[in-house]
Every structure is written in structure tokens, then in C-alpha cells.
């Protein structure tokens, strides 16, 4: 496929392929992820220099808007048709995965390790008038791609054509991951390996199907290069083989 961002897979596991969990409060884990911090946002020279990062619904409820439901005015009036585009100078954008619009935003940016990020949300067709409403509202940029669920070879065009996207990491959790990596839209994985475990059957992983959006089926990757980390982590990247 043409004409979509270069897009590269970058989260911080466990040695048991955990996202999350107890792990993190290993004290081996402090700079594996200072390291992983310093790579996403090109503050050391192999960094990445991106302009902005896929999120999933379920890590944006849990890092950013605690769960709270969105303040809807059921009788907005109707929202012009199609996207709402909003061009920055110098591209940083949060794109949050919400294609049935549950994310109680109250302002249009996010905070991240030192970063402020403009919250781009991605819709179906299938999104209330009253969300879109909420969001314009707010001035939060929004691309509708796909009827009812999400046709992410489209979001990709458009991230490319409408907002001028070249380089985008998908930054988790492992359901968004999954998804994009088994549709052929992942170039790039980038793990750092911290050396911790915690044993949990709870927690999600790096990788993970969901019904209707993703199945079992195998994707093989090609190692590109391993790097050690101080206190005993591994920087891992990989060329995703499906990649479109
Ligand atoms: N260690 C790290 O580097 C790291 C990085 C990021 C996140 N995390 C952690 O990961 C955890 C969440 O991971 P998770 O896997 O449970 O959830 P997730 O990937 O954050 O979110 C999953 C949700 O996103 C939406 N979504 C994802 N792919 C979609 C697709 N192809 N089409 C339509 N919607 C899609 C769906 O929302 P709907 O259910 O609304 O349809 C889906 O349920 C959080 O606790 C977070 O802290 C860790």
C-alpha cells in the first residue's frame, strides 16, 4: 500500500511479555524505562522521530481520562458532514482508537513524559452526532474510517493525505497492537525487554486478539538488531514481514 505514515510498534515488556502489572515496580525497571521514554520522544540519537502515536481506547481510559463518560448534549445541532481537520505546524498528535466515541475528553491535549500531544480522535460512521458535537466543541480534530467498525487502511490514508503524517507509533495497549500488526499496517517493532516478571495471568500482553477486530493467526517478524540497555535490559527491533 502507498501513501500511508511509516509506522513502528514501540512498547516496554516484561520478560514474560506483560504491558502492565507489578513488575514495573521491579527496581531493574527504572532505566529500561527511562530509556524507553528517551527513544519515543528522540532524546537520545537512535531515537525515534515521530509525529504522534496510536493509542487504544482502554489505555486512554486508564492513562488519561480515568474512566469518566463524555458530557453529551443529546440535542446538539447536526455537525458538518465528514472530517474535522486540524493542522498543526509541528505535528505531535495523541490518536486515540474510539470508534464508538465512550472517551470523556475535556480539553483537546494530553501530557506525556514531558510532551503535550493534541488529542486526534478516530471514529466510524457509526459515531453519535452528539460525540463529534462534544468534540468539535473542544476543538479535538477527528477522522471518520470505516462504516461501523474501523478500516484502518482508510485512517491510514487519511492520517497521510488530510493531516500530512509520515512517521506514527502504535504505542498500545496490545489490542490496538495486534489489530494494526495483523492488517499489514506495522513496519516496525520496537520492544525494550526490562528484566522483571511477575508471573500474572491478568495482565494484558504486548500482543493480543480481540473478537471482530483480530484472530490467532501467526505473523512472523525478522530481527533487524539487539542493543543491551544498562541494568540488564535488551532493546529488540524487528521488521514486521506482513507490513503492506
Ligand atoms: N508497557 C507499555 O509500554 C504500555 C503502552 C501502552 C499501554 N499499556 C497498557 O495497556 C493496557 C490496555 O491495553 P489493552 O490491550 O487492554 O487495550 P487497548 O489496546 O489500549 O484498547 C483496546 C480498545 O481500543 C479499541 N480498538 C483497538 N483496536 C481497534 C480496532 N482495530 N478497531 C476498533 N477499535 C479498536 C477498542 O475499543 P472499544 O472497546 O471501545 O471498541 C478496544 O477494546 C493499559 O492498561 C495500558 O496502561 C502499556
Excluded at 13 to 30: C, H, Q, R, Y
Excluded at 62 to 79: I, M, Y
Excluded at 142 to 168: C, N, S, W
Amino acid at each position: 500500500m502507498k501513501n500511508r505514515p511509516y509506522v513502528f510498534c514501540h512498547m516496554m515488556t516484561s520478560l514474560d511479555g506483560k504491558i502492565m502489572g507489578n513488575w514495573f515496580d521491579a527496581p531493574e525497571v527504572e532505566k529500561a524505562g527511562e530509556f524507553f521514554d528517551d527513544l519515543t520522544f528522540g532524546r537520545v540519537p537512535e531515537g525515534y522521530h515521530m509525529q504522534g502515536w496510536f493509542s487504544g481506547r482502554i489505555t486512554s481510559e486508564d492513562a488519561f481520562t480515568n474512566h469518566r463518560k463524555p458530557d453529551l448534549d443529546e440535542s446538539a445541532a447536526p455537525v458538518p458532514v465528514g472530517d474535522y481537520v486540524i493542522k498543526m505546524e509541528k505535528p505531535m498528535y495523541y490518536i486515540s482508537i474510539d470508534t464508538h466515541g465512550r472517551l470523556g475528553w475535556t480539553s483537546n491535549t494530553i501530557q506525556y513524559s514531558g510532551v503535550t500531544a493534541r488529542i486526534l480522535e478516530v471514529l466510524t460512521e457509526s459515531t453519535s452526532n452528539a460525540y463529534k458535537a462534544l468534540l468539535r466543541k473542544l476543538d479535538i480534530p477527528y477522522v471518520i474510517a470505516g462504516k461501523d467498525t474501523l478500516d484502518i487502511p482508510l485512517l491510514m490514508e487519511k492520517l497521510y493525505d488530510e493531516f500530512g503524517l509520515r512517521t506514527l507509533m502504535l504505542g498500545g495497549g496490545g489490542i490496538i497492537n495486534w489489530s494494526f500488526i495483523q492488517a499489514g499496517m506495522c513496519d516496525e517493532l520496537s520492544i525494550v525487554l526490562s528484566p522483571a516478571a511477575d508471573g500474572s495471568t491478568k495482565t494484558q500482553t504486548l500482543f493480543m486478539e480481540k473478537e471482530g477486530l483480530s484472530d490467532d493467526r501467526p505473523v512472523s517478524f525478522e530481527l533487524l538488531d539487539v542493543t543491551k540497555i544498562e541494568d540488564g535490559a535488551l532493546w529488540l527491533r524487528y521488521k514486521v514481514k506482513n507490513a503492506k
